[in-house]
């Protein structure tokens, strides 16, 4: 049976939370991995093991693993048991051999961890031991400096893996182990990349969009669906609010002056995006927002904004630059569906000369004119929730 053996960051999961964050990391990989025959996943001393069938897919267990948070590494191996008492490593030399005889390469090198300190060998040994073996079979070199093969074993619980090829998980703590949060999801470049970074700091994140329908089209809500699903592997389930924001806004624009029409767009964003928080039992809010980016994202106007929920509400990329945005955004693949071209409700009725600082008075006073708990009333009772499930069709439903 071949395995894969994942190790995850010992200081991200150290103390008294390690057993709730490695079984969090076991859960997620089970969900996701036993679509691809995985029959088994696993807490080894430091490490998990998940097992699968020999025909199974490799390219697809290892998509799987390279979407979940919490791993730090990873790769296939093999295991043949050990015995404590009269230890031989023939067989172990053996498989190896049998493994690499088809790989191109002239040298290599042994890397062993010896995780079982009852196994009465050092690593040091296990590497000599072994390098010694495989010399002498395949007539290859050893190079500890800069070998064309890098082979790992681990010794762990009776049993000695190998692998041939370690490679890099994409860090952060499992999903769901700091909670849940909703993020204000645009279909820009920014916001996909805030809730990134939040899954990747162990939250599981539900969205909502505020679109301009009935006054646009869905081109934002196709791009945003599209984003949704694509973040979804990370968390495997994801549930999207869909709000038509376009006759709030018509509201705003009749009954406000005009410079002030994206602060208050916002803050009726914020108002309703705290209500669907508590539904959601979410922690906070995220947004994209950077500092200095737009009119929106002025120190004055993010203080504004930011007066309305009583919730807190967390801004990852406040002091990135776009351009490593947009390197972040290339990273993880959502840039290209992101500049794709929408109408964004943002783009409706835009003023020609936002206020880049507006006060708070002046907002409160443009607010006296509108029917505020009306608004959020009317926005919430048409909400539209879309659930994503990785592996599965993409479900719709109505309000709750
Ligand atoms: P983005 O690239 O994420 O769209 P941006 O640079 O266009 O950001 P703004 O349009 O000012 O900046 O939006 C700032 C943040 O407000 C966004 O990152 C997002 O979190 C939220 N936001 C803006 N418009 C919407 C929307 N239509 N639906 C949901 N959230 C939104
Ligand atoms: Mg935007």
């Not at 960051?9 to 969090?24: M, P, S």
């Not at 081109?219 to 038509?244: G, M, N």
């Not at 020609?352 to 507006?358: D, E, L, N």
């Amino acid at each position: 049976m071949p395995f894969a053996l994942i190790h995850y960051h010992e200081v991200a999961l150290k103390g008294r939370n390690r057993k709730f964050f490695e079984q969090r990391l076991i859960q997620h990989l089970h969900s996701s991995l036993r679509h691809h025959g995985v029959t088994h996943v696993e807490s080894l001393p430091g490490r998990i093991r998940a097992t699968f069938h020999g025909e199974s897919c490799w390219e697809s267990i290892r998509d799987g693993i390279q979407h979940t948070f919490g791993v730090a590494n990873f790769s296939r191996a093999w295991a043949v048991p050990l015995d404590f008492t009269a230890p031989d490593l023939t067989t172990l030399g053996h498989r190896i051999e049998h493994e690499i005889a088809t790989l191109p390469f002239q040298t290599f090198r042994i890397t062993t961890k010896r995780a079982d300190k009852r196994f009465p060998m050092t690593s040091l040994e296990v590497n000599r031991e072994v390098g010694a073996h495989l010399c002498r079979q395949t007539g290859k070199h050893v190079s500890l400096g800069n070998p064309d093969l890098n082979i790992f074993i681990e010794l762990v619980n009776r049993e000695a893996y190998f692998s041939l090829v370690r490679e890099p998980g994409p860090g952060g703590l499992p999903v769901g182990v700091s909670g849940k949060v909703l993020c204000l999801l645009s279909g820009g470049i920014d916001s996909p990349v805030a809730a990134y970074r939040m899954m990747k700091r162990g939250c599981k994140v539900a969205f909502v969009h505020f679109h301009g329908r009935p006054y646009l089209s869905r081109a934002s809500e196709e791009k945003v669906r599209e984003l949704v699903e694509f973040l979804t592997r990370y968390q495997l389930y994801s549930r999207l609010h869909l709000i038509p924001f376009g006759e709030i806004q018509r509201q705003i624009v009749l009954d406000a002056p005009a410079p002030f029409r994206i602060v208050l767009y916002r803050r009726m964003m914020m108002r309703i995006a705290e209500e669907l928080a508590k539904r959601e039992q979410s922690w906070a809010l995220v947004t994209g927002d950077s500092l200095g980016q737009v009119a929106s994202q002025t120190p004055e106007n993010l203080q504004v904004v930011n007066e309305v929920p009583q919730i807190l509400t967390l801004r990852p990329l406040i002091g990135m630059d776009k351009q490593e945005i947009i390197d972040q955004a290339r990273q993880i693949g959502t840039f290209e569906t992101s500049i794709e071209p929408d109408q964004d409700c943002c783009t409706l009725f835009v003023p020609p000369h936002p206020s880049t600082k507006s006060r708070l008075d002046q907002i409160q006073k443009a607010e006296q004119r509108l029917d505020i708990s009306f608004m959020v009333k009317q926005g919430l009772e048409r909400d539209e929730l879309v659930e994503f499930t990785l592996n599965e069709k993409t479900k719709m439903g109505s309000n709750y």
